[in-house]
């Protein structure tokens, strides 16, 4: 599988941003996307993710700020981010993977796929 992100960049507080991922080759093979972030000198951290049974989980700093979305037939995911904070400054990646059990947590894919990151920044 391969994932395209895209529509990252700058933003003052307050304000908002869409970004996108685009998925291609063999869709079948994941049951899950999600999008994870990585500040300056912190450690990646997933922010949002769906599974192919429509259920969406969000990290609580982005809870009723972000939503993730997809739209099935363009395999595309997005994460349509409100109301920016300066802490939602980072990279932003694109993830898809296969949960074995897919109404657990997304902490044990059995493979996962990364796409590149594409770069948020919120600043006055």
């Known amino acids: 599988v391969q994932l395209q992100a895209s529509g990252g960049g700058s933003v003052q507080p307050g304000g908002s941003l869409r970004i996108s991922c685009v998925a291609s080759g063999k869709i079948f093979s994941i049951n899950v996307m999600a999008w994870y972030r990585q500040a300056p000198g912190k450690q990646r951290e997933l922010v949002a993710y769906?599974?192919?049974?429509?259920?969406?989980t969000y990290a609580d700093s982005v809870k009723g700020r972000f939503t993730i979305s997809r739209h099935s037939t363009e395999n595309t995911m997005y994460l349509q981010m409100n109301d920016l904070k300066f802490e939602d400054t980072a990279v932003y990646y694109c993830n898809a993977g296969w949960l074995s059990n897919p109404s657990g947590p997304y902490d044990s894919p059995l493979y996962q796929f990364w796409g590149q990151g594409t770069q948020v920044t919120v600043s006055s």
């Open positions: 769906f599974t192919a049974t429509n259920r969406t």
